[in-house]
């Protein structure tokens, strides 16, 4: 199980670091659960330094996929592990919303952190718009063909995640129902089956994202293909954060 907080554009420099130490304590009791907490990339150090010792895991929200060179503004993956990340959030919907981002994007960004040892966590998920029209598993087999496409080379389901997040549930409050998560989780698991093996994609985290929180995380946790959650707002307060890690560790312990 694998509980990752996304913090977006929140925080500042000292108030990262506060936030990371607060989820230090929370997550020492919950063992089964692996944690990871990726902020904004200005205080990715502050925040490995504060992290330094514990068992939480440290990840930046995107990355560009060029070693290096004249591309103002943006981080490789190259610079990542050098602060000391182990993921990289890669195609989250609000980059695709916002920042034009491309599933051919993705792919590449996908392509180039596999190939430095950074584990990307994959979003896809479906807009409201999709679901109503039944398109939803289209809609997502897309995403995942190309986010995907052309990993030949890869060997451990441990070197990349997917995480489902349909867009209407991301910051609305509104959550996918446990079955309508399981459905899907199982639906990507196949898909995944499909072109690396069944024992790849047993192996695999799919994680739910999209308004998880204390009071559902429980029944989202419990489906058979959800193995952990993305969270965005509830990740932000150290306390409300820790009562979704310790969901995921009464859920693995049974
Ligand atoms: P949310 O965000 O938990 O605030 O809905 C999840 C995400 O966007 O990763």
Request: aromatic share 6%; glycine share 10%; proline share 3%.
């Amino acid at each position: 199980m694998l509980i990752a907080g996304n913090w977006k554009m929140n925080t500042n420099a000292a108030s990262a670091v506060e936030l990371a130490q607060g989820i230090i304590q929370e997550s020492a009791d919950a063992a089964a659960v692996r944690v990871a907490v990726c902020p904004p990339a200005p205080f990715l150090s502050g925040v490995r330094a504060a992290l330094k010792g514990s068992r939480v895991r440290l990840g930046a929200q995107n990355m560009y996929w060029a070693d290096h060179g004249a591309f103002t503004g943006e981080v490789s993956a190259q610079m990542l592990l050098s602060v000391g990340c182990h993921y990289v959030i890669l195609g989250h919907s609000e980059r695709r919303q916002h920042f034009g981002e491309t599933d051919g994007g993705v792919s590449s960004k996908v392509k180039q952190a596999v190939r430095t040892g950074l584990i990307p966590i994959i979003c896809v998920g479906e807009r409201l718009n999709h679901r109503k029209t039944g398109k939803e598993q289209q809609v997502v087999a897309t995403q995942v063909k190309h986010a995907l496409e052309d990993l030949k080379k890869i060997q451990s389901p441990s070197s990349l995640v997917i995480a489902y997040e349909p867009v209407w549930a991301i910051g609305t409050g509104e959550t996918a129902t446990p079955e309508q998560a399981q459905t899907m989780h199982r639906f990507i698991r196949s898909l995944v089956s499909r072109q690396f093996g069944k024992n790849f994609a047993s192996g695999l985290h799919i994680l739910y994202g999209g308004s998880m929180k204390p009071s559902n995380a429980k029944d989202l946790l419990r489906q058979k293909d959800v193995d952990g959650g993305l969270i965005g707002g509830a990740s932000l307060k150290s306390e409300v954060f820790g009562q979704i890690i310790h969901a995921a560790q009464e859920v693995q312990q049974g």
